[in-house]
């Protein structure tokens, strides 16, 4: 499963007017993406990601281990 963790070349401001913005992006299977503030939670993100069968799964484990 090729998983690639790039920085995004605009920052996406989304969530509450206190959230930082969005900065890196995983790209997974099927085109999917996720984006996140930091490289380090991106790099979490595709570790969990290639261990699961799904986003879902990747998503859970990813809040259990930055916990």
Not at 40 to 60: G, H, L, M, V
């Amino acid at each position: 499963m090729n998983i690639i963790v790039q920085k995004l070349e605009h920052p996406i401001h989304a969530g509450d007017w206190h959230d930082k913005p969005l900065k890196w992006s995983v790209i997974g299977p099927d085109k999917e993406v996720q984006n996140f503030v930091t490289k380090k939670d991106a790099e979490i993100y595709r570790i969990c990601r290639k261990r699961t069968n799904s986003r879902n799964e990747a998503s859970q484990l990813w809040f259990k281990r930055i916990k």
